[in-house]
């Protein structure tokens, strides 16, 4: 499971705990930035997790972006249905 940031970690825990009721093999978090204390919260519900940065100071997960503009659904859509390269 992929997240773009972790700030309280409750979003990305109940989307671990959605996975894990599929019973899949091996289920991994990976953010590339988080809050030190919502990393520490997942720790249980993931078999690994990898978060690059995890700032004292933590403030907010866009200020870690240059640019962290939200995606429409035809955005997602769009990606979601071209072919791989």
């Known amino acids: ?3 773009d940031g972790l700030a309280t970690g409750s979003t990305a825990r109940a989307a671990l705990r959605f996975a894990r009721a599929r019973r899949p093999a091996r289920l ?3 953010a590339p ?3 030190p204390d919502a990393v520490d919260l997942l720790r249980p519900e993931a078999d690994e997790d990898v978060c690059l940065e995890q700032p004292p100071a933590f403030h907010a997960v866009g200020s870690w972006y240059a640019d ?6 035809a955005e997602v859509l769009r990606v979601l249905r071209a072919d791989p390269p």
Request: hydrophobic share 65%; no cysteine; glycine share 6%.
């Open 28 to 30: 991994v978090m990976a």
């Open 68 to 73: 962290f503009a939200q995606l429409t659904d």
């Open 33 to 35: 930035v988080g809050a």
């Open 1 to 3: 499971m992929v997240d």
